[in-house]
C-alpha cells in the first residue's frame, strides 16, 4: 500500500502534528465557553441577581408606548437591553449566544415627551427588572434552554426570581423572535456584532 512508503518519521510527525491540533481545537472550544461567567440559583432553583447589568454590553432599547397603541399597549415601557459582556464575546466570535448567556431587560416609564430637540418620547423612572437566560444543561426541555424571570417592578428588586412557566412568555419568543428566542430584528447593536 502507498501509505506504508512513507518513512516513519513523517509518519509520527503527522500523527503528532493532528494530535496537538485536536486538542487545541478542544481546549480552544471548552475555553470559549468557560470564559461565558453564566447564572447561579440558590438552593430551591431561584435565579440569583446579578448585579451591574447596567455595565452590560448596551443592545437596544424598544419602545411601544401607549400613545401608539389606543393606550393600551402590552409592554407600554422602554425597555433597556442589555447583554452579559462574556456572552457578548462569544456571540461576537461565533454568531452564537453560549451557554450561560444572560440578557437583561430594565424597564423604564416614559417620561418627557418635550425637549428643546423637539416632541418626542424621553426616559423616565426604573421600573421592572426581566432577565432571559440560555441554560440547556439546567432546562434541557425549555426551548433553546432559555428560562425567563422578573425580580420585580419596582426599586430595590428582588434578589432571586423563579423561571417564569415556558408559556407565559418563552411562547411568545419562540413565535417570533428572530434568531434563538432573542428579538434580534430589534437590535442593530447585535447584528453588527456578530462574524461577518
Ligand atoms: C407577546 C409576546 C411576548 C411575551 C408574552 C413576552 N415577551 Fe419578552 N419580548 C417580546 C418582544 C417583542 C421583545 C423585544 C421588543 C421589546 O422589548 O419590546 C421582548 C424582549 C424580551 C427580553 C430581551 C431579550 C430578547 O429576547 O429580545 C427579555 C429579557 C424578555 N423579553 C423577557 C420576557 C419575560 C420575562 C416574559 C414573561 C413574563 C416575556 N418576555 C414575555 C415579546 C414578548
Given at each position: ?48 441577581r ?24 402590552a ?31 430594565e ?59 415556558t ?30
Amino acid at each position: 500500500m502507498f501509505t506504508t512508503n512513507i518513512p516513519l518519521p513523517i509518519k509520527s510527525f503527522t500523527a503528532l502534528f493532528a494530535g496537538i491540533l485536536l486538542l487545541f481545537m478542544l481546549t480552544h472550544g471548552l475555553k470559549a465557553e468557560e470564559r461565558v461567567a453564566g447564572p447561579k440559583y440558590d438552593a430551591q432553583g431561584q435565579l440569583i441577581r446579578i448585579d451591574g447589568w447596567r455595565q452590560w454590553v448596551f443592545i437596544g432599547a424598544p419602545l411601544t408606548p401607549n400613545s401608539l397603541n389606543d393606550g393600551k399597549a402590552a409592554f407600554p415601557e422602554f425597555h433597556n437591553v442589555y447583554m452579559e459582556p462574556t456572552a457578548f464575546a462569544h456571540y461576537v466570535e461565533t454568531g452564537r449566544f453560549p451557554n450561560g448567556t444572560m440578557i437583561a431587560k430594565e424597564l423604564l416609564s416614559v417620561g418627557d415627551t418635550e425637549a428643546v430637540s423637539g416632541t418626542g418620547y424621553f426616559q423616565g423612572d426604573f421600573q421592572g427588572l426581566e432577565f432571559a437566560v440560555k441554560d440547556t444543561k439546567r432546562f434541557p426541555n425549555e426551548p433553546g434552554g432559555w428560562t425567563y424571570y422578573s425580580f420585580g417592578h419596582a426599586l430595590p428588586y428582588e434578589k432571586v426570581a423563579k423561571a417564569f412557566p415556558t408559556e407565559a412568555c418563552a411562547s411568545c419568543h419562540v413565535a417570533a423572535a428572530e434568531y434563538d428566542m432573542v428579538f434580534l430584528q430589534y437590535y442593530p447593536v447585535l447584528k453588527a456584532a456578530g462574524p461577518k
